[in-house]
């Protein structure tokens, strides 16, 4: 190590000789001298507090990597990596980590197939860990991190979908697939769904329907007309019936042949939702959803509080306030405080933590739609 001094300051710095750079073979590991590195100390050397916070995970022994090649090093992904004699994975635990190597694993035809997913010749590896009875030749990953299959078989993770057709089967959105006879959400399959007619509503919505059921996720819904089903954001769907929220829960006035959403207001989910004529702001934030009206001067907002479950629900208050360019004012709670606490404080508080969404709704109903 030699010295040098910092022409601003004076102050003596400490700089590496050229030798001694570290060379970055990627994927968060360096490469100094003949030794590998991952997050500032040697791979083949963990400190007793990492040893002891993976062992709390594990039911074995752990295996040591001392003498890795760094010469032959490579790193195929953050967790597989590899030298001219073996495979490596790279366990992790809160503040810890450990670098092991995989018995079984070859290192000439090892390959990193998907989000902790490997192959080679022989095995197929999920976290380090073989799959018995999945076939690498074969193996098809379908949903990155989720399902693949091979030849013979469809696996969630390391389970077997039971009955699933690996030659038809297929990801449609967010966790719906099917194949030819059967839809599933995960790997469980939705009893009595149609695959000649299911349909999904995109990546961010966990509603699926056929033409006679909807579910949400695994969960078959009750009272909901599948033929005219339409999930428009989030918890928020529509039917022949009207607009929803969750559990069956209506939202007043809403027009259901022309609602739709109009923009996002945050990135969470929060949303301006609107037939045209009425408009209505989601709240990412437990999913409520509240009727707004614009003026020049003010947003006035406004929403009914339920609750039970779809075919039981009870209205049990009303809510509303202003918004001004001053903030909030007239919040107003009837019939009162009901029996789980809920009060115009506690809705005015709701209110305050979304005062930037409501305001930059109200600036979109300003303007003129498009």
């Known amino acids: 190590m030699t010295c040098v001094f910092a022409a601003a300051s004076g102050d003596v710095v400490a700089q590496e000789p050229a030798q001694e750079v570290r060379e970055q073979p990627g994927h968060g590991y360096t490469r100094k001298g003949a030794h590998i590195y991952f997050a500032g100390r040697r791979i083949d050397e963990p400190t007793q507090f990492e040893i002891d916070g993976i062992t709390k995970v594990l039911f074995r022994p752990l295996r040591s990597c001392a003498g890795v090649d760094a010469a032959s090093f490579e790193a195929l992904s953050v967790e597989y990596t590899r030298d001219k004699n073996r495979v490596y994975y790279k366990l992790i635990s809160p503040g810890a980590y450990i670098v092991e190597p995989l018995p079984k694993a070859d290192p000439k035809t090892i390959e990193v197939v998907g989000f902790n997913l490997a192959r080679d010749r022989a095995h197929v590896y999920w976290y380090g860990e073989i799959l018995p009875d999945v076939d690498a030749k074969t193996l098809v990953v379908i949903n990155d991190g989720f399902v693949w299959k091979d030849a013979k078989s469809v696996w969630y993770q390391q389970t077997r979908v039971q009955g699933a057709d690996p030659e038809t089967f297929e990801h449609l959105q967010q966790g719906f697939y099917r194949d030819a006879r059967r839809v599933y959400w995960s790997g469980t399959e939705l009893v009595g769904a149609n695959p000649a007619t299911f349909r999904t509503f995109g990546d961010a919505s966990a509603y699926g329907a056929d033409d006679r059921f909807v579910w949400l996720a695994a969960r078959l819904l009750t009272g909901v007309d599948a033929a005219t089903f339409v999930a428009i954001h989030q918890s928020v769907y529509k039917d022949k019936n009207g607009v929803f929220s969750a559990q069956n829960k209506p939202l007043p006035l809403a027009n259901p042949k022309r609602f739709r959403k109009r923009a996002d207001l945050d990135e969470h989910n929060s949303a301006l939702l609107t037939d045209g004529l009425h408009h209505y702001v989601y709240l990412a934030y437990r999913g409520?959803?509240?009727?707004?009206?614009?003026?020049?001067?003010?947003?006035?907002?406004?929403?009914?509080?339920?609750?039970?479950?779809?075919?039981?629900?009870?209205?049990?208050?009303?809510?509303?306030?202003?918004?001004?360019?001053?903030?909030?004012?007239?919040?107003?709670?009837?019939?009162?405080?009901?029996?789980?606490?809920?009060?115009?404080?506690?809705?005015?508080?709701?209110?305050?933590?979304?005062?930037?969404?409501?305001?930059?709704?109200?600036?979109?109903?300003?303007?003129?739609?498009?």
């Open 288 to 370: 409520e959803v509240f009727r707004v009206e614009s003026s020049a001067e003010s947003l006035a907002v406004s929403r009914i509080l339920w609750r039970g479950a779809s075919g039981e629900l009870v209205q049990v208050a009303t809510s509303s306030a202003k918004l001004t360019a001053s903030g909030w004012s007239q919040v107003t709670f009837e019939p009162g405080p009901t029996k789980d606490g809920e009060s115009a404080a506690s809705e005015a508080h709701v209110l305050s933590l979304h005062t930037a969404q409501f305001h930059d709704a109200w600036k979109l109903l300003r303007t003129r739609s498009k």
